[in-house]
């Protein structure tokens, strides 16, 4: 720019090498060190809060030394601009790069991405989160050699003031990840992983792992589903990359890795797996002496089928324990330790004596499965008078399984109750009146008029001829006479009485209900494993969450691939029927690792009969267990100090008394 001065400090502008939103970067040389080339980031706006922002840029930078970071070798003012003086890369950005060089080859790009993932692991260890990863902050050198992370213009430090409003979107479309929609303060250092995530795919394929940029936008779309290698045209290259990938953009930031460095480990097991056919320790220390791994085994149904949504954190823990007890060094002060903790009952210096012969590692998963049943009866008709006359919305009928009910309250039993269904209400008119609000009068029948009782004056006494007489004379005008009536009491002489089911409406209202109730189940199941005492590890150990999802109106697919999932599903599907249906279910896994060793304490026993001549013998070997993430060693009777218990019973010590001491080791 012409406004620019030629001189910023002791630094000669050259040529224009990169432009931002508000700044410039320039090539600058040194007026006496001519050899010395730096890179000089001007800022074009004078606002307040974009000086506050640059110069938090250059103090955060500078603060950061890592060997994959640009360095910053100065910061001022030369009116009227900001300036940021730091390390020349000859070369430009990764997306410089990209633009000529379309995708990168794979040892490229695992370079780049290792080197990039160093400098984001020590900016997060040092409370820094960078929140604008992308092909352009990424700076290369000509050769590929050198990678720098760069541009922390918009990075925040834990625990100091942000400058960022609670709802602005911050970060560059295609890279940012779903936190950064809801709000920039709401993103962490799991989102940086997310981008690095997409500038890993973009490298291998040249593109963006969606058909569109997500986000907010005309032509934004949603986070998933993600594209594969393959789908881009990439092969060649395992599948399981794709896994690697979409841990890191799984939009549950839970499900990501929970640090830069565990993402490349898990993609270098990947490439491991795909150049060697031999089984490589990971994280064995060199000086260690080599111990072989226990024989491989099949993957787990857990963490095979189960893999994409697997919480990524106690994973890494449980790999990095079985790192450190891969080293029998480790393993040797472990046995110590146990010694040493209860020296009079257990052997002395076990550690020093055992030669480890195999080490391997596995983990115990414990399932749960809940359900939440709802159960609808049939519909059932009610009716009641139309006093109100109400005009009822006209609209669909629905089924049974289509009426809206409360929302659930998570799993929990719900007594429920009755609802109208919707669209079922129908203006009848009564049956029992037939429309006329009254109905007939049971005792008159409608007729009004009822018999008058009989006349309750006793009778006269009289002598026999004289009835004979009067019967004669009175015969014919008894027969003549009419019996009496008087007006039906019921009806009050009108024939009809009030009609109770309309209430003298004459019509009803009818319309059907739905009676409906909730109930939670919740059942377990865990790994049966030959020579562990599930039972006492679950006592013993805490069990770490590595699983929960949840399914709206049945089981996942992948679920019924786990058999103890599977015997759970099968069991809680046996409670349905036509009026009853799953809600919602929910399954979660936790795990706990261990740790099988064995080893030899150079005590023999004969040899099984081989046919060899000259082997007559043959160590014993002992197998034992490292339990948890404590490393709890169980107390085990083979290794009691049976010196120590001969000698007290040499010393008069009772035999109950002994016992006890055994069973306090071992209970």
Sequence with gaps: MSNLPEWIGHY?????????????????????????QVAIKVLLSQESEWVERFTREAEITSQLRHAHIVPIYDHGYQAP????????????????????????PLDLALHIFRCAAAALDYAHAHGVIHRDISTGNILVDQDGARVFLADFGIARESGKTSLTT???????????????IASATAVTHLSDLYSLG?????????????????GPGEDGGPFVPLMSLRDRGVTGLPTELDTVIHAMLAPDPSKRYPSAQAAVEALEQVLRRHTSTTQVMAGAPASAPPVPAAPPEE???????LAPDLIKAPIQEALKRARELNDPREIARLLNAWSNARPWLRRPSLGRMAAIRQIGHRNVYWYTLRVLYETREPAQTAEEPDHQMTNHKLEREPGRWEVPLPAPKGFENDPGGVVRIPGSTRVVLCDDCKGIGRTICPRCNGNRRIPAPADPTPPVVTTSASVSAESATSAPAQAAAAPRLIPCPDCQGSGGLHCKRCDGTS?????????????????????????????????????????????????????????????????????????????????????????????????WKPAKATGQKGQSREPV??????????????????????????????????????????LLLVL
């Design 12 to 36: 000669h502008l050259e040529r224009q090498i990169g432009k931002g939103g508000m700044s410039l970067v320039w090539l600058a040389r040194h007026r006496t060190l001519r050899a010395r």
């Design 81 to 104: 601009f900001y300036y940021t003086v730091m390390e020349y890369v000859e070369g430009g950005s990764l997306r410089d790069l990209l633009s000529k060089r379309g995708r990168l």
């Design 166 to 180: 609670v709802h602005k979107v911050m970060g560059t479309r295609g890279f940012f990840s779903p936190e950064h």
């Design 198 to 214: 997409v500038v890993l795919f973009v490298m291998l394929t040249g593109a963006l792992p969606w058909s569109y940029i997500p």
């Design 299 to 305: 993957p787990h149904p857990v963490e095979q089928t």
């Design 507 to 603: 019509r009803l209202v009818v319309h059907k209900t739905l009676r409906w109730h909730r109930r939670a189940e919740r059942m377990t199941a865990r790994d049966d494993l030959p020579r562990i005492d599930e039972d006492w590890l679950e006592k013993r150990c805490k069990k770490h969450t590595i699983y929960r999802e949840q399914e709206n109106g049945g089981f996942r697919p992948e679920w019924r691939l786990v058999p103890n999932i599977q015997a759970m599903i099968q069991e809680a599907e046996a409670c349905l029927n036509p009026d009853t249906r799953i809600l919602f279910s929910e399954v979660t896994v936790r795990f706990i690792p261990i740790t099988e060793i064995v080893f030899d304490l150079d005590e």
């Design 621 to 662: 070997l002992y197998r034992w267990y490292i339990y948890g993430f404590e490393n709890i060693l169980p107390d085990d009777r083979r290794f009691l100090n049976r010196d120590r218990i001969i000698a007290l019973g040499a010393t008069g010590v009772s035999v109950a008394a002994i016992i006890a001491l055994i």
